[in-house]
């Protein structure tokens, strides 16, 4: 099983970027999916997650800006990020509960996002 994440870049203070991250392998079912990040010198936080009944939650900095969005029979999780301001500057990772021979965490290999002008 492996994740690939894309749509990093950079972007003004107040601009839009949207984040997605397909599965691809031996995939009999996907639980949770979310998105976290890491900002320079500090460590990896949640940012949103989903469930897959469709139940998501967000960590405070982001409520009302971001929101997280999946695609069961494609096995993509997105991220739209509006409003963006410079401390949301940071990698972020996809990460996926799945079950393949056994239940597992997969993480994607990060993207980043710079918030500058």
């Known amino acids: 099983v492996q994740l690939q994440a894309s749509g990093g870049g950079l972007v003004q203070p107040g601009g839009s970027l949207r984040l997605s991250c397909v599965a691809s392998?031996?995939?009999?079912?996907?639980?949770?999916m979310a998105w976290y990040r890491q900002a320079p010198g500090k460590e990896r936080e949640l940012v949103a997650r989903?469930?897959?009944?469709?139940?998501?939650e967000y960590t405070d900095s982001v409520k009302g800006r971001f929101t997280i969005s999946r695609d069961n029979a494609g096995s993509t999780v997105s991220l739209q990020m509006n409003s963006l301001k410079p401390e949301d500057t940071a990698v972020y990772y996809c990460?996926?509960?799945?079950?393949?021979?056994?239940?597992?965490?997969?993480w994607g290999q990060g993207t980043l996002v710079t918030v500058s002008s």
């Open positions: 990460k996926m509960t799945i079950l393949s021979r056994s239940w597992l965490d997969y």
């Open positions: 392998g031996s995939i009999r079912r996907i639980n949770d």
């Open positions: 989903i469930a897959r009944a469709g139940s998501t």
